[in-house]
Each structure stands twice: as C-alpha cells, then as structure tokens.
C-alpha cells in the first residue's frame, strides 16, 4: 500500500498536531487514513476532522531531528 509522508520543521511545542490538507471531506484527499505512524517510534493515535488529520505525539520529544509521520490509507 502506497504512504504520504510528512515532514514537521520542528519537533511542536504542543503533543497534537493538525494537518489541515487532510480534512475529512476534502476533495483532494477522499481516501480513507487506516494507520498514523511515528517514524522511529512507531503507531500514533489520530482523529480526522473537518479542520484536518489531527495526530497525538509522544509526550517525550523522542530526537532533535525533525519529525516525519507516515500516513496509511
């Protein structure tokens, strides 16, 4: 199954994180989001809104490197 990936600049100063091109209705992206993952960390609860795909990150800031998320539909 193909994967979007997406890279965060910097680690967020807050847990969640909401990325607005992936709204629920969006015409762009219709494909339903079966799995979020953390790249060396691992799967990562996610809710998908109106507002967009919102993700939860670990309380612990895991590197100084920016973060990537790998999204599965």
Do not use: C, H
């Not at 967020?12 to 607005?20: R, S």
């Amino acid at each position: 199954s193909k994967a979007l990936y997406v890279t965060m600049l910097a680690w967020p100063a807050e847990q969640k994180v909401t990325i607005k091109s992936l709204a629920l209705n969006n015409p762009l992206f219709q494909k339903k989001i079966s799995r979020v993952e953390l790249l060396g960390y691992g799967k990562i609860p996610f809710t998908r809104t109106t507002e967009g795909l919102v993700v939860t990150l670990p309380a612990k800031r895991l590197n100084d490197i920016a973060p990537v998320i790998k999204i599965r539909k």
